[in-house]
């Protein structure tokens, strides 16, 4: 399964971004879980948000809960993360992961098919 994720680039602090993530695979099932990741200069991989298959089911790390929201459109095999009230400390660049599992968390280890990565680069 390839994913493409799409919608990053610089927003000054306060700012707005939206990422998408489009599957391009038609075996590509729905019924996967998909998440968010992301990897700063110098820093680890760290969970952002994650979805159920059906979009019921969100979750957040403690440091965007409130300001990210991740959502899907089965029908397009699409993934989003809408970034509000951006920081200098989002800046990173933003992996998005699909889990051969209806529901996934926040280890890495949960996930089986990556993105290559999308910057975003927030500034003063």
């Known amino acids: 399964v390839q994913l493409v994720e799409s919608g990053g680039g610089s927003v000054q602090a306060g700012g707005s971004l939206r990422l998408s993530c489009a599957a391009k695979e038609r075996t590509f099932r729905s019924t996967y879980a998909m998440g968010w990741f992301r990897q700063a200069p110098g820093k680890e991989r760290e969970f952002v948000a994650a979805i159920s298959w059906s979009g019921g089911d969100t979750s957040y790390s403690d440091t965007v809960k409130g300001r990210f929201t991740v959502s899907r459109e089965n029908a397009e095999n699409t993934e989003y993360l809408q970034m509000n009230s951006l920081k200098l400390e989002d800046t990173a660049v933003y992996y998005c992961?699909?889990?051969?599992?209806?529901?996934?968390?926040?280890?890495?280890?949960?996930?089986?098919?990556w993105g290559q990565g999308v910057e975003v680069t927030v500034s003063s």
């Open positions: 992961a699909a889990a051969l599992r209806p529901v996934a968390g926040a280890s890495a280890y949960e996930y089986d098919y």
